[in-house]
């Protein structure tokens, strides 16, 4: 029996488990990555993502079901091929440079009978008006008639115990009926459910939508929070009094900004799309940005007023960062309100030193001392920030920490003062 040739164009958050899941249900994988350092850990084994423990990379490559590979030649011959590649804001305007290197490349293996998935977020219609007209222009081949193209919105939670690739539903949408049924089979053999749509704007938006509604309700805590400490009043109290009524109401905290490549990204698609095409602003999502990209400007002046009551200066001082991270329990620091403070800090003359395990040194900035917690690293630091509340630190150390700013409510105490 023929098995079937599957390339995942990225191998980070999200494209490292589809690939892993591909391998695990039976099909051989490329993944394919420009970084010469991640492709080297992955065939050595070691594995980078949270969500992908060493073992079960390991396993994949002693069933010599998983090559990892940085040379686009791997991926001649194949039946699927998912670019799951990052697209990042320049100046305000969505950077599709990942993208269009993936697909080009990808069209001169392209084979009639393939299917191409981007999973990648964008703005609705890169399928169909970038992707497509790539892969035909160098290929010869035509969408729908030759091959199949879809989109499928990627919905990774990293370090999410609960709801994983394989249960999460994954919305898949194709060009052509025949291109959905191609998509949607594929999936169908990846995770437990499918969501079909009409079509691959819809399946765009959809992740738009999704993330557009965290990073609005996020920037009203957030906001909220400020004018709740000038007003005396415990926000998070308050929330956890508003999380007990059972209908119309979801819970949204505080904290010192908004990271990884979603909330401060997806968002701003959306809002570029609609100045691009229709010529109005998004006014939810240009007020959120607005507000959450204050936040961590508001966390360092929260933390010189708290240096100025122990008559103290940030200048000259030791701070201590707890988390580098966007989020509790991975090593994710793209667009991390972790490194803003950081820089922040070190601007106004701190000695900035930071522990998390999960993060990889050539992501963190060379001012930054990456250490190990200890009574002795608490005791010596004149102000703890706490940023990413990851789990496995011992949070009781900080009890000998002269004093604690804390941004995700995870500590009390005396020396303490919650955002």
């Known amino acids: 029996m023929t098995i079937d040739k599957v390339v995942v164009v990225g191998q980070g958050y999200?494209?490292?488990?589809?690939?892993?899941?591909a391998v695990q249900v039976g099909y051989d994988v490329v993944g394919l990555d420009n970084d010469d350092m991640r492709v080297s850990?992955?065939?050595?084994?070691s594995s980078y993502v949270e969500d992908v423990a060493d073992d079960t990379l390991a396993a994949a490559l002693?069933?010599?079901?998983?090559?990892?590979?940085?040379?686009?030649?791997s991926a001649r011959g194949f039946d699927y091929a998912v670019v799951t590649v990052p697209t990042p804001l320049r100046e305000g305007a969505p950077d599709l440079s990942y993208i269009e290197d993936a697909v080009r490349h990808l069209a001169a293996c392209l084979k009639p009978g393939a299917t191409v998935i981007l999973e990648s977020t964008t703005y609705p219609g890169t399928t169909e008006n970038l992707v497509r007209p790539i892969l035909e222009e160098i290929s010869g081949l035509r969408a729908g008639r030759d091959f199949h193209l879809g989109y499928s919105p990627e919905r990774i939670?990293?370090?999410?115990?609960q709801w994983s690739l394989v249960n999460t539903p994954k919305v898949v949408s194709g060009v052509d009926e025949a291109s959905l049924r191609a998509v949607q089979g594929f999936y169908d053999s990846l995770v437990e459910k499918t969501i079909a749509v009409s079509g691959t704007k819809e399946a765009e938006a959809t992740k738009l939508i999704e993330n557009t509604f965290r990073h609005v309700n996020i920037a009203l805590v957030n906001e909220l929070a400020t004018f709740a400490h000038q007003l005396g009043i415990d926000v998070w109290e308050a929330i956890d009094a508003a999380c007990t009524k059972p209908f119309g109401y979801m819970r949204f905290t505080p904290g010192p900004g908004v990271g990884g490549h979603c909330l401060p990204i997806d968002p701003s698609y959306l809002s570029w799309e609609v100045k691009r095409s229709l010529g109005r602003s998004f006014r939810f999502v240009e007020l959120a940005n607005e507000i959450n990209n204050h936040m961590p400007t508001y966390?360092?002046?929260r933390l010189i007023r708290a240096m100025n009551r122990h008559h103290q200066a940030v200048n000259g001082s030791r701070v201590l960062l707890l988390g580098l991270a966007y989020k509790r329990n991975t090593g994710d620091c793209r667009e991390s309100p972790a490194i803003r403070i950081a820089e922040l800090l070190h601007g106004l003359g701190?000695?900035?030193?930071?522990?998390?395990?999960?993060v990889e040194r050539n992501r963190v900035p060379e001012y930054v001392s990456l250490v190990h917690l200890s009574p002795a690293e608490v005791s010596a630091a004149d102000v703890v920030v706490l940023i990413t509340d990851h789990d496995d630190v011992d949070y009781d150390l900080l009890d000998a920490a002269p004093l604690v700013l804390d941004t995700r409510n995870r500590v009390r105490g005396g020396a303490v003062e919650v955002l």
Not at 14 to 21: I, K, Q, S
Not at 350 to 358: C, F, K, S
């Open 299 to 301: 966390v360092v002046q």
């Open 350 to 358: 701190a000695e900035i030193r930071a522990v998390d395990r999960y």
């Open 62 to 73: 002693r069933a010599g079901r998983y090559l990892p590979s940085g040379d686009y030649e």
């Open 14 to 21: 999200v494209g490292l488990p589809v690939a892993m899941r």
């Open 157 to 161: 939670d990293p370090g999410n115990r």
């Open 41 to 45: 850990r992955l065939l050595a084994g």
